[in-house]
């Protein structure tokens, strides 16, 4: 059984946000006969015609992806996908020509929807063949919020309650103006007074008049945080400040600021989960922390002192919705007053619950990591029987991966290039091996399964599990 069942490539762009579901993928996958291959996107895309015919699980479908999509299928991989940044969207047009790519989206033989609006925006899409299947699955980002697998990040949030003490978290999302390198913003710095800026790679898809006017937005909101952290360590004297900023941002401001306080710091270790359950409360505006805060049960804060209803409604809604809106720092003060107090807890209600059920799958039931392997199997029987490679079709492979290596190296050098090394680095540092393995055995004795995994170093940042 073992033996028929193609391999399963499963990517990571960020490892802070991706990793640890991903690896619940695979571990859920295991006792179902697949082995999987995870690790650094760019490393894996690099190697791709050393993998036999696998199943390749994508995390976006934007033109970025498509030389590799073609590529892939070239070489006899399937490509299924979801869009990591799908839960809270862009507006649909907007969303539309940033996101997806009708050439990418065709080679895509199916889509794992985070919940029934994401499946209803994609629907809208006119590049989406009414043929390609589109799963209402949820995510296994979803998954690690659940109650019954929180307890893999127990030991790890009781380090961070003893590391830090009482602490107030604030998550940024200011990746658009204050990106890890300044071509990566909404517009490019510009070289004279007066001279118009050019698009960055963060205003990709968008129309000149929306990405001029989200970085005015955004950065009002970013001198509103600021200015926010040191009031907030002044008014709450006994409790700690945690900034933990995007993980595709420039950490530099954030610690100044903190370098002029006393109880300030900043970091971007690990996954959010951790952190939401040792925290206090958690502030951020727009941010999908504030999603997964509201399902964890932790309160959670939009701080909203500069409004843009434009950008708040149309990109940010949900995040907000689900959180205790604040207007000014007095409102703020007042609000988490009442939380340390015990008076006030995370937001609720029968609306706000109504919002989350529609836009996230799998809060109960099957886990989302169960019902994609369901997607998967079917997937796997169409792909079985498949011939093995011919001499000629071998040569072909390493003919079309040396092509690919030749691009990605010349977009490496290109300025804002997600390929420089340095920005792949930071968005993917690695995992050593026996870290690994002791994830693993965690998710498994949560899991119940005895599967024997064995976890084997396949490149610098990629590894293979193996049943």
């Known amino acids: 059984m073992t033996d028929k069942m193609p391999l399963l490539l499963i990517p990571v762009e960020n490892q802070v946000r991706e990793l640890d579901p991903k690896l619940l993928l695979a571990c859920v996958a295991a006792p179902r006969g697949y082995s999987?291959?995870?690790?650094?996107?760019?490393?894996?895309?690099?190697?791709?015609?050393?993998?036999?015919?696998?199943?390749?699980?994508?995390?976006?479908?934007?033109?970025?992806?498509?030389?590799?999509?073609?590529?892939?299928?070239?070489?006899?991989?399937?490509?299924?996908?979801?869009?990591?940044?799908?839960?809270v969207h862009l507006p649909p047009a907007t969303y539309f020509s940033r996101r997806l790519n009708p050439s990418?989206?065709?080679?895509?033989?199916?889509?794992?929807?985070?919940?029934?609006?994401?499946?209803?925006?994609w629907r809208q899409y006119p590049a989406l063949s009414k043929e390609t299947p589109v799963s209402v699955t949820g995510n296994p980002r979803g998954d690690l919020l659940r109650p019954e697998l929180r307890e893999f990040y127990r030991a790890e949030a009781e380090t961070l309650r003893t590391t830090y003490g009482n602490f107030i978290l604030i998550n940024t999302n200011f990746n658009h103006v204050n990106a890890f390198g300044l071509d990566m913003n909404l517009f490019k710095p510009v070289?004279?007074?007066?001279?118009?800026?050019?698009?960055?790679?963060?205003?990709?898809?968008?129309?000149?008049?929306?990405?001029?006017?989200?970085?005015?937005?955004?950065?009002?909101?970013?001198?509103?945080?600021?200015?926010?952290?040191?009031?907030?360590?002044?008014?709450?004297?006994?409790?700690s400040i945690v900034i933990r900023p995007h993980?595709?941002?420039?950490?530099?401001?954030y610690q100044q600021i903190a370098a002029r306080c006393a109880r300030v710091q900043v970091t971007n270790q690990g996954?959010?989960?951790?952190?939401?359950?040792?925290?206090?409360?958690?502030?951020h505006n727009g941010c999908t922390t504030g999603v997964e805060a509201y399902v964890l049960g932790v309160p959670a804060i939009s701080y909203r002192a500069t409004v843009n209803e434009t950008y708040d409604d149309?990109?940010?809604?949900?995040?907000?919705?689900v959180s205790h809106q604040c207007f000014d720092f007095e409102q703020l003060r007042e609000t988490m007053q009442r939380i340390l107090a015990g008076r006030l807890g995370a937001a609720d209600g029968d609306e706000r619950q109504a919002l989350i059920?529609?836009?996230?799958?799998?809060?109960?039931g099957p886990l989302a990591c169960e019902r994609i392997v369901d997607v998967l199997e079917g997937i796997a029987r169409k792909m079985a029987g498949a011939t093995g490679s011919s001499a000629g079709l071998r040569w072909q492979r390493g003919v079309i991966t040396k092509g690919l290596h030749v691009v990605k190296q010349c977009k490496a050098k290109l300025p804002g290039s997600h390929n420089r090394p340095e920005f792949q680095h930071h968005r993917y540092p690695g995992v050593p091996l026996e870290d690994l393995?002791?994830?693993i055995a965690r998710f498994q004795h949560i899991l119940g399964d005895d599967t024997g995994i064995k976890v084997e170093q396949r490149g610098h940042a990629i590894s293979q599990i193996c049943v």
């Open 437 to 439: 393995r002791q994830r």
């Open 271 to 283: 996954n959010v989960v951790p952190w939401l359950m040792a925290t206090r409360a958690v502030i």
């Open 357 to 364: 059920q529609h836009h996230l799958a799998a809060q109960e």
């Open 104 to 121: 990418a989206i065709k080679c895509v033989s199916h889509l794992f929807a985070w919940g029934q609006e994401n499946a209803e925006l």
């Open 36 to 87: 999987s291959v995870i690790g650094s996107r760019r490393e894996m895309e690099l190697r791709i015609d050393s993998f036999p015919r696998s199943i390749y699980l994508s995390k976006s479908m934007t033109v970025r992806s498509l030389l590799f999509f073609q590529v892939a299928r070239r070489l006899g991989h399937e490509i299924v996908t979801w869009d990591e940044e799908a839960l």
């Open 314 to 321: 149309g990109f940010y809604r949900l995040p907000n919705l």
């Open 247 to 253: 993980p595709t941002e420039n950490h530099t401001v």
């Open 191 to 239: 070289k004279k007074p007066g001279q118009k800026a050019k698009f960055g790679r963060a205003a990709r898809g968008m129309s000149r008049a929306y990405a001029e006017g989200l970085r005015d937005h955004k950065l009002a909101v970013f001198e509103d945080f600021k200015q926010l952290v040191p009031k907030l360590e002044q008014a709450f004297p006994t409790h």
